[in-house]
């Protein structure tokens, strides 16, 4: 490898410019006939790379491509690539959250496993250890994505003859709508499943799907989500607050309306629940939405007359509105 470097060296030095042009022809030609007798792999060691790298600095991209033949060039590409590195290092940005030590996270493990206790009581336990785990993003993430993402959930309502009932809905992120709504006595991963097709027809899916890790997610609900071409984000166990709107959604619905009512069957949940949602979609206020209903409610002036009350839900609630004398 020494013997051709000195060789072309000498060949080239005292050389007019002309000669120069004709002799660089000559070894391209010289080049490709080498190239092609050539084995596959050629151990090149590394003073010989050194020098390659050397010559091979100021050369573009292009000619380097024509004339490498020892080594494929797009290997010799990526050796001047480390090397720039080697010489003018980047500072390293590291981006996301923090790493948490190996010895916190086997902490936070045995604390879980011990107590049975969720993130809150966790966090709280170490504090008082002197240890201040990374804070949470999980609040950056839903804001960021809350165009993209809907939640899912169940919560049980029992009946006048004591039976439980479990209602299913999803909800958007984005204006806090429920998208889709149902009421079974018998929850299953096919009906599940079943329901978050009617939840997305005609590829209204969005990108990522929160949940929590209850088993009724099983495998025919999961192969559903797959083919609709969600991502599920599962949270962390026991930790509702990871699934906040859809938590804040059924607080709502109890307080404001299942708590005021002796539910009679599957067919009255249903009633009363869709009674509700127009209710909530339309004219009741989130201080989330800034003041505003998921469907967008208009302002109405005070020229517009005296305000009147609408009753709602059967006369539980009241939407209050302008109407001219």
Known sequence: MATIFNSLVMLLAGATQKELA???KYLK???????????????VTPRERSRLLKFAGNLPAKALKQLVTI????????WLREERRRRNPTPIVTRGRPKTAVQIRRLILKLARENRWGY???MGELKKLGIQPPSPTWNTFLAEHVRDIAAIDFFVVPTATFRLLYVFFVLSHDRRRILHFNVTA??????????????????????????????IYGDAFKRRVESLDIDE??????SPWQNPYAERFVGTARRE???????????????LISKFLGYYHGSRTHQGLDGDCPEHRKVEPPELGPVVSVPLVGGLHHRYTRTAA
């Open 29 to 43: 030609v010289e080049n490709e006939v080498l190239r092609s007798r050539l084995p596959e792999r050629i151990h």
């Open 22 to 24: 004709r002799q660089i």
């Open 120 to 122: 809150t009581r966790i």
């Open 186 to 215: 018998n929850p299953t991963a096919e009906w599940t499943a079943q329901q978050i097709a009617e939840a997305f027809p005609f590829e209204t899916a969005p990108r990522l799907l929160v949940r929590d890790r209850d088993s």
């Open 71 to 78: 080594v494929h060039p797009d290997t010799l590409l990526r």
């Open 233 to 238: 984000v599962v949270t962390a166990a026991r």
């Open 257 to 271: 309306c299942l708590n005021h009512f002796i539910i009679l069957n599957e067919r009255h949940l249903k009633r």
